[in-house]
């Protein structure tokens, strides 16, 4: 999946195929990494074409979680919503310009809903409030999350633009930090992010 | 010691130590009481608030959980979360309101994550930001919450959907209604309070119960309660003691401290005892009172016999002879009867002294001072003393034991024969007895009387004795209390020496002995004032019918006093010592006075009585002896014949100095005393005068003829002349000029006249004397 993204970026940037990879670093305020951080690099010039992730759109139920916690999506997905479980669940979202709610559906029943609007939808389980998920809807391709390590590679992203760090626990307005940076056109760019956490996050 | 002193009474002394101590005893045990009931009280109430705060705990806890409930279920609500994720601020505020009426609840509200508070007026911003670090802070904040500056018990819940978007925030004020429902839980009525420390470190409190003053008290209690927990401890609040326990809160969002204050003030904790305390009071007034009864009745059982005592030895002072009944056989009982035996005693002693002292230790008489007193008694009365004539003689002839047996005898004759009058010995030989009578007559007849009953013979130890006795007589008023027996004795003696029986008191003959030495000194000084003068009384020769001589008689005209009797103030002087400047001054005047005589053409021998004292005195002799050679004076020198005989040597020795010096001397009033005739053979002298008394009585046939007679001759026979004194009749001249006496001198002669007088007489004296004499004859 992961060579496939390399190879749609390198695909889509003439010139120096893997040459502009971004490393970005996470770190909270005691320095540890900061794993399931999202960062999105979103060019000042713009993104034109259609964006397309690898990975399937949809967040199953399964053993009274969601999976994934954090699911990346284009503007314009339609995610399913697999019920994997032996109980039903009531899957919404309140959040802004993402809000749904999927009533009680059944094992082996799957719902979807499509995301028109950039964004965060909290997703969560009216049945069972420990079931909580975050569907990341992005407009650009330049995206990537957070390994256990801390750090992310986002390749192809060059130029002018606003980086953008989100994770469900960041204490700040809106739950993201933004930066403005200028990537350089080839080589390896490194930006670190030193982010506040709400304690009693997420288990994942 | 000094307790000793405060009291007077041994009774009071006794009450008070008794009560004291009872009162000490009781007040030890009231508060030994009070103290153990107030500790118990104390520690039930400490136990109770220990107690209750542990059911505050659960109560806080229970309270806590009902609001995170109830917070829990409105933030699990789907719609709810649906209306807070979309800020559906409506929705919200219908929400909090419905569930606030619901459940009873003071304050409900939301904030959401990014800070907005939602459903909450009053707030201030400051503690808006404190709440949002408080819950941004903690997942489920609880604790005490400043709202408003008001404390609320507050808990919160976080809404998520699913993610945090904000906090429900439910708070219960901590207002006394709040805490009155807390304190109605306990079993004792305590007060409770809440303290919150604000950042700025100041402890504060919305309870209006507790003042200004009293919160650094309470901020005190508190920092003990940090160090040494949370047992209860004693504060003052509001001016009373109270038992208060601190139970710490938890602060909503852990920032600055609050504590709930619950205290039980002491005064109610001892109210419960009041009765108890007020009974222990009452018996222990109840219980001093019959002590100080009970104490005061045996201090007076005890006392009572010593006040007795007490009084009895009171009674003895004064003089009474006091009688103490005492029941009891105990100490007291026996000192009782002591003080009685004591008691007789000392008035059968005092008797004993009364008697000595009232009576005459050798017979028994009443003393002198009895006499004292029985004229004292008798105002209006005479004092007869009775003198045993020659009492000496009588004591030397049977001896002195039965010479007062004698005097005794007198007395109880006198007593036996006069029961009712006071009789008594006043010296040695004199009797006095107190005359109840009031004139003069009748007490010279009763003292006559008395002295009658007593003259004569009577019988002591065997013997006879005859007794003569003079009785002399005072009169009590006219002497007074002090000298009448004195004045007694006086006339006695002047009886004595008058040979009368009964004298009544001679003032005139006794003068005033108070003034007798100021008598002396005035004397002295009459001499240098010329106030003394010398009389002549002539002195006729019968063999050549001419005064051929003359006696100086000394004469005091005193310029207040009047004319002063020779026999007064001559004896006086020979008494008191004066008698040698009375006798110079009388030799220098007599001296001079025969220069004038002499001078008048009279050639006279003076003679000059020279008292018995003086002779044997050697310094006068030498002195007498000076003046008259000095002036070539012819003086004779009339010594009275006892005088002389005083102190024979001396006496010899200086008449044989006068002689030798020219002096003539005369024996004056020979006769009269125990004459002597180894005297006469003694004495150089020139001239022997024969005693008035035998001349008064010559009669042709008598003994006194006889005996003038032979002492003329003896005279005679002894180279000496003879004069006859006190010559008043020319029958007695006649006598003693056929007798052969030699000079003759008396009335019929011539009385003591001035100088003046015998010189106006003296050329014409002699044939005129010897013619009236001749007539006379």
Same mark, same amino acid.
């Not at chain 1, 999506?73 to 669940?89: C, E, I, M, Q, S």
């Not at chain 2, 976080?158 to 978007?165: D, G, H, M, V, Y």
């Not at chain 2, 035996?341 to 009364?354: D, L, N, P």
């Given at each position: 999946?992961?060579?496939?993204?390399?190879?749609?970026?390198?695909?889509?940037?003439?010139?120096?195929?893997?040459?502009?990879?971004?490393?970005?670093?996470?770190?909270?305020?005691?320095?540890?990494?900061?794993?399931?951080?999202?960062?999105?690099?979103?060019?000042?010039?713009?993104?034109?074409?259609?964006?397309?992730?690898?990975?399937?759109?949809?967040?199953? +139920?399964?053993? *009274?979680?969601?999976?994934?916690?954090? $699911?990346?999506?284009?503007? #314009? @997905?339609?995610? =399913?919503?697999?019920? %994997?479980?032996?109980?039903?669940?009531?899957?919404?979202?309140?959040?802004?310009?993402?809000?749904?709610?999927?009533?009680?559906?059944?094992?082996?029943?799957?719902?979807?809903?499509?995301?028109?609007?950039?964004?965060?939808?909290?997703?969560?389980?009216?049945?069972?409030?420990?079931?909580?998920?975050?569907?990341?809807?992005?407009?650009?391709?330049?995206?990537?999350?957070?390994?256990?390590?801390?750090?992310?590679?986002?390749?192809?992203?060059?130029? +002018?633009?606003? *980086?953008?760090?989100?994770?469900?626990? $960041?204490?700040?307005?809106? #739950? @993201?930090?933004? =930066?403005?940076?200028? %990537?350089?056109?080839?080589?390896?760019?490194?930006?670190?992010?030193?982010?506040?956490?709400?304690?009693?996050?997420?288990?994942? | 010691?000094?307790?000793?002193?405060?009291?007077?009474?041994?009774?009071?002394?006794?009450?008070?130590?008794?009560?004291?101590?009872?009162?000490?005893?009781?007040?030890?045990?009231?508060?030994?009481?009070?103290?153990?009931?107030?500790?118990?009280?104390?520690?039930?109430?400490?136990?109770?608030?220990?107690?209750?705060?542990?059911?505050?705990?659960?109560?806080?806890?229970?309270?806590?959980?009902?609001?995170?409930?109830?917070?829990?279920?409105?933030?699990?609500?789907?719609?709810?979360?649906?209306?807070?994720?979309?800020?559906?601020?409506?929705?919200?505020?219908?929400?909090?309101?419905?569930?606030?009426?619901?459940?009873?609840?003071?304050?409900?509200?939301?904030?959401?994550?990014?800070?907005?508070?939602?459903?909450?007026?009053?707030?201030?911003?400051?503690?808006?930001?404190?709440?949002?670090?408080?819950?941004?802070?903690?997942?489920?904040?609880?604790?005490?919450?400043?709202?408003?500056?008001?404390?609320?018990?507050?808990?919160?819940?976080?809404?998520?959907?699913?993610?945090?978007?904000?906090?429900?925030?439910?708070?219960?004020?901590?207002?006394?209604?709040?805490?009155?429902?807390?304190?109605?839980?306990?079993?004792?009525?305590?007060?409770?309070?809440?303290?919150?420390?604000?950042?700025?470190?100041?402890?504060?409190?919305?309870?209006?119960?507790?003042?200004?003053?009293?919160?650094?008290?309470?901020?005190?209690?508190?920092?003990?309660?940090?160090?040494?927990?949370?047992?209860?401890?004693?504060?003052?609040?509001?001016?009373?003691?109270?038992?208060?326990?601190?139970?710490?809160?938890?602060?909503?969002?852990?920032?600055?401290?609050?504590?709930?204050?619950?205290?039980?003030?002491?005064?109610?904790?001892?109210?419960?005892?009041?009765?108890?305390?007020?009974?222990?009071?009452?018996?222990?007034?109840?219980?001093?009172?019959?002590?100080?009864?009970?104490?005061?009745?045996?201090?007076?059982?005890?006392?009572?016999?010593?006040?007795?005592?007490?009084?009895?030895?009171?009674?003895?002072?004064?003089?009474?002879?006091?009688?103490?009944?005492?029941?009891?056989?105990?100490?007291?009982?026996?000192?009782?009867?002591?003080?009685?035996?004591?008691?007789?005693?000392?008035?059968?002693?005092?008797?004993?002294?009364?008697?000595?002292?009232?009576?005459?230790?050798?017979?028994?008489?009443?003393?002198?001072?009895?006499?004292?007193?029985?004229?004292?008694?008798?105002?209006?009365?005479?004092?007869?003393?009775?003198?045993?004539?020659?009492?000496?003689?009588?004591?030397?002839?049977?001896?002195?034991?039965?010479?007062?047996?004698?005097?005794?005898?007198?007395?109880?004759?006198?007593?036996?024969?006069?029961?009712?009058?006071?009789?008594?010995?006043?010296?040695?030989?004199?009797?006095?007895?107190?005359?109840?009578?009031?004139?003069?007559?009748?007490?010279?007849?009763?003292?006559?009387?008395?002295?009658?009953?007593?003259?004569?013979?009577?019988?002591?130890?065997?013997?006879?004795?005859?007794?003569?006795?003079?009785?002399?007589?005072?009169?009590?008023?006219?002497?007074?209390?002090?000298?009448?027996?004195?004045?007694?004795?006086?006339?006695?003696?002047?009886?004595?020496?008058?040979?009368?029986?009964?004298?009544?008191?001679?003032?005139?003959?006794?003068?005033?002995?108070?003034?007798?030495?100021?008598?002396?000194?005035?004397?002295?000084?009459?001499?240098?004032?010329?106030?003394?003068?010398?009389?002549?009384?002539?002195?006729?020769?019968?063999?050549?019918?001419?005064?051929?001589?003359?006696?100086?008689?000394?004469?005091?005209?005193?310029?207040?006093?009047?004319?002063?009797?020779?026999?007064?103030?001559?004896?006086?002087?020979?008494?008191?010592?004066?008698?040698?400047?009375?006798?110079?001054?009388?030799?220098?005047?007599?001296?001079?006075?025969?220069?004038?005589?002499?001078?008048?053409?009279?050639?006279?021998?003076?003679?000059?009585?020279?008292?018995?004292?003086?002779?044997?005195?050697?310094?006068?002799?030498?002195?007498?002896?000076?003046?008259?050679?000095?002036?070539?004076?012819?003086?004779?020198?009339?010594?009275?014949?006892?005088?002389?005989?005083?102190?024979?040597?001396?006496?010899?020795?200086?008449?044989?100095?006068?002689?030798?010096?020219?002096?003539?001397?005369?024996?004056?009033?020979?006769?009269?005393?125990?004459?002597?005739?180894?005297?006469?053979?003694?004495?150089?002298?020139?001239?022997?005068?024969?005693?008035?008394?035998?001349?008064?009585?010559?009669?042709?046939?008598?003994?006194?003829?006889?005996?003038?007679?032979?002492?003329?001759?003896?005279?005679?026979?002894?180279?000496?002349?003879?004069?006859?004194?006190?010559?008043?009749?020319?029958?007695?001249?006649?006598?003693?000029?056929?007798?052969?006496?030699?000079?003759?001198?008396?009335?019929?002669?011539?009385?003591?006249?001035?100088?003046?007088?015998?010189?106006?007489?003296?050329?014409?004296?002699?044939?005129?004397?010897?013619?009236?004499?001749?007539?006379?004859?």
């Amino acid at each position: 999946m992961r060579a496939f993204l390399s190879f749609a970026v390198a695909a889509l940037m003439a010139g120096n195929a893997f040459a502009a990879d971004l490393t970005v670093r996470v770190t909270d305020a005691s320095g540890a990494p900061v794993e399931n951080a999202v960062i999105t690099f979103t060019p000042a010039a713009g993104v034109t074409t259609p964006i397309r992730f690898s990975w399937p759109y949809q967040v199953a +139920q399964q053993n *009274l979680q969601f999976d994934p916690y954090i $699911l990346i999506v284009p503007v #314009g @997905a339609t995610v =399913r919503f697999p019920n %994997l479980d032996r109980v039903r669940h009531h899957v919404y979202s309140f959040s802004e310009g993402a809000r749904f709610e999927l009533e009680l559906f059944g094992r082996d029943e799957s719902r979807s809903h499509r995301f028109t609007q950039a964004g965060v939808a909290a997703v969560g389980c009216n049945i069972h409030d420990q079931m909580q998920a975050y569907i990341v809807i992005v407009d650009t391709p330049y995206v990537g999350r957070t390994a256990a390590t801390g750090a992310v590679v986002i390749a192809g992203a060059i130029g +002018q633009g606003t *980086l953008r760090v989100w994770h469900p626990n $960041l204490r700040a307005r809106g #739950g @993201a930090m933004t =930066r403005v940076v200028t %990537l350089p056109a080839s080589g390896a760019a490194q930006e670190a992010f030193s982010v506040q956490l709400r304690a009693g996050g997420h288990a994942h | 010691m000094r307790i000793d002193r405060a009291f007077k009474r041994l009774s009071t002394k006794l009450t008070v130590l008794y009560a004291g101590l009872f009162g000490l005893a009781l007040f030890a045990v009231a508060l030994s009481v009070y103290l153990a009931v107030s500790d118990n009280a104390s520690r039930t109430v400490r136990r109770e608030l220990s107690a209750n705060g542990a059911v505050f705990d659960r109560v806080w806890a229970m309270r806590e959980q009902q609001l995170r409930d109830s917070a829990g279920i409105l933030a699990r609500d789907f719609g709810f979360r649906d209306a807070v994720a979309s800020m559906d601020h409506p929705t919200i505020d219908s929400a909090l309101d419905n569930l606030r009426e619901r459940l009873q609840i003071d304050r409900a509200f939301m904030m959401s994550v990014d800070g907005q508070l939602i459903g909450l007026d009053g707030a201030v911003p400051a503690e808006a930001d404190l709440l949002w670090t408080a819950l941004d802070a903690e997942e489920n904040a609880s604790g005490v919450l400043m709202i408003g500056g008001r404390p609320f018990q507050a808990v919160s819940a976080p809404i998520r959907a699913p993610n945090l978007i904000g906090w429900i925030v439910f708070a219960a004020e901590l207002n006394p209604a709040h805490l009155t429902s807390l304190e109605a839980l306990a079993a004792i009525p305590l007060e409770a309070s809440v303290f919150t420390r604000a950042p700025d470190a100041v402890w504060r409190t919305s309870d209006d119960a507790i003042a200004p003053g009293d919160i650094s008290a309470v901020a005190q209690l508190i920092e003990r309660t940090s160090v040494n927990g949370d047992a209860p401890q004693l504060v003052r609040v509001g001016g009373a003691p109270s038992i208060a326990v601190v139970k710490t809160l938890h602060n909503f969002g852990g920032d600055g401290a609050s504590v709930l204050l619950l205290r039980y003030p002491l005064a109610l904790a001892m109210a419960g005892l009041q009765p108890l305390l007020a009974s222990i009071v009452i018996i222990g007034l109840i219980s001093m009172a019959l002590i100080v009864a009970g104490s005061w009745a045996l201090a007076r059982g005890i006392t009572r016999p010593i006040a007795a005592l007490d009084h009895a030895t009171h009674a003895l002072e004064r003089g009474e002879r006091p009688h103490v009944v005492v029941e009891t056989t105990d100490e007291i009982g026996r000192l009782a009867a002591s003080f009685n035996v004591m008691s007789g005693e000392i008035a059968t002693r005092e008797q004993r002294i009364t008697h000595m002292a009232l009576h005459d230790s050798d017979t028994g008489l009443p003393n002198r001072r009895a006499l004292d007193a029985a004229i004292q008694a008798t105002p209006e009365g005479f004092v007869v003393a009775l003198t045993i004539a020659r009492y000496r003689h009588i004591r030397e002839a049977i001896g002195f034991s039965l010479a007062v047996q004698l005097v005794q005898a007198l007395g109880k004759k006198a007593q036996a024969s006069h029961p009712a009058l006071t009789i008594g010995r006043l010296s040695a030989d004199t009797i006095a007895i107190v005359l109840a009578v009031a004139d003069e007559a009748s007490a010279l007849a009763l003292s006559a009387d008395i002295r009658e009953t007593l003259e004569g013979r009577i019988g002591v130890g065997g013997v006879q004795v005859d007794v003569a006795l003079n009785a002399g007589v005072a009169h009590i008023r006219d002497a007074g209390d002090q000298a009448a027996l004195d004045y007694a004795l006086i006339a006695a003696e002047q009886a004595r020496a008058s040979e009368r029986e009964v004298a009544l008191f001679d003032p005139v003959a006794y003068g005033d002995p108070a003034s007798n030495l100021s008598l002396m000194s005035e004397m002295i000084d009459g001499i240098n004032r010329g106030q003394l003068t010398l009389h002549y009384q002539p002195k006729f020769d019968l063999r050549t019918n001419a005064v051929t001589g003359a006696e100086a008689l000394v004469r005091w005209n005193h310029p207040t006093r009047g004319r002063i009797a020779p026999d007064v103030f001559v004896v006086m002087a020979e008494e008191t010592g004066h008698i040698a400047e009375l006798t110079e001054w009388t030799l220098i005047q007599a001296i001079s006075d025969q220069q004038k005589l002499r001078a008048a053409g009279a050639d006279m021998l003076i003679s000059v009585n020279l008292s018995g004292r003086l002779i044997g005195d050697a310094a006068f002799t030498e002195l007498a002896i000076g003046l008259i050679e000095d002036t070539g004076a012819q003086i004779c020198l009339e010594i009275t014949e006892t005088a002389a005989m005083k102190e024979p040597e001396a006496a010899l020795v200086n008449i044989d100095r006068y002689v030798a010096a020219g002096v003539r001397i005369s024996i004056d009033d020979y006769g009269a005393g125990l004459s002597s005739l180894s005297y006469l053979k003694r004495i150089q002298a020139h001239e022997l005068k024969l005693d008035k008394s035998f001349i008064q009585a010559l009669g042709a046939q008598s003994r006194e003829a006889l005996l003038v007679k032979s002492t003329v001759d003896l005279a005679h026979s002894l180279g000496m002349k003879i004069t006859a004194e006190g010559v008043e009749t020319a029958p007695v001249l006649a006598l003693l000029t056929g007798m052969g006496c030699d000079i003759a001198q008396g009335y019929l002669i011539g009385r003591p006249m001035p100088l003046g007088d015998l010189i106006e007489t003296l050329p014409h004296a002699a044939p005129q004397t010897m013619q009236s004499t001749a007539s006379a004859i």
